[in-house]
């Protein structure tokens, strides 16, 4: 029969309890800190790039009308020749993309800026597919973003299918099937806005006809959704 066992137990002061606390404590504000300077960091280079936008904006409405009154002026002159108003007329053209193309992107980033304008929640603000020539694999470029108050992180996944036809039946694709990708590149993580994109190979015989994005974020109290199906237009 065994006797009594004596079992020692170390009693922890309650100057070892106060320091790990402040030692949390420290550890939790520097986390704090450290993300809202990463925040402000990243709001600044939104407003950055949206005046630099503008700036862009207003050169190329400035030389846009410069060169519609030139085209006038030479149009009225009897001496211009055929070739010279050819170049203004392409020269006018080529400002009018520009402008176009400023306008919407200024617009993207006006709708990050002011988002009591807005949804709430992640939500799929644009998709683009692109195809220069025909020898070219088709690109395309997902922009996902955050609506309303950006109070959070959002980390979470895209699930992107390609539908259409294979040997006269209805098929569908995953688009991490037809490329080089990894798992890392349809995921996101970001405050504003993120884009997601990179090039496809289509399987031989396919016709493709729309395109199914599925975004669901993670890890939140109360995840997100958003879902959207666009035509495949190349």
């Known amino acids: 029969m065994s006797g009594p066992k004596l079992i020692i137990k170390q009693q922890k002061s309650a100057l070892w309890g106060v320091f790990w606390g402040l030692i949390s404590v420290g550890l939790l504000s520097i986390s704090f800190f450290i993300g809202r300077f990463l925040a402000v960091d990243e709001r600044q280079q939104l407003l950055d790039k949206s005046s630099w936008l503008e700036q862009q904006l ?25 070739q010279s108003n050819q170049q203004l007329v392409d020269n006018i053209k080529k400002l009018q993309n520009t402008q ?31 195809q220069i020539n025909g020898s070219e694999l088709p690109r395309f470029k ?22 259409g036809m294979l040997n006269g039946q209805p098929t569908s694709f995953k688009f991490s099937e037809l490329g080089t990708f990894q798992a890392k590149h349809f995921q996101f993580q970001f405050r504003y806005f993120q884009n997601i994109e990179g090039e496809i190979e289509l399987p031989q015989g396919f016709i493709a006809q ?22 495949w237009n190349i």
């Open 210 to 231: 729309t395109i199914s994005i599925r975004a669901r974020t993670q890890g939140l109290r109360k995840n997100q959704t958003t879902e959207k199906q666009i035509a």
């Open 58 to 82: 207003a050169q190329s409405q400035l030389a846009y009308q410069k060169v519609n009154e030139n085209l006038v002026m030479q149009t009225q002159s009897a001496m211009v020749d055929d």
């Open 142 to 163: 997902l922009v996902l973003t955050q609506a309303g108050k950006q109070e959070q992180f959002l980390k979470g996944s895209v699930e992107m299918n390609l539908n």
């Open 100 to 130: 176009v193309k400023l306008e919407e992107e200024l617009k993207f980033y006006r709708g990050i800026m002011a988002p009591e304008l807005a949804n709430e929640g992640l939500t799929i603000a644009n998709f683009e597919l692109k």
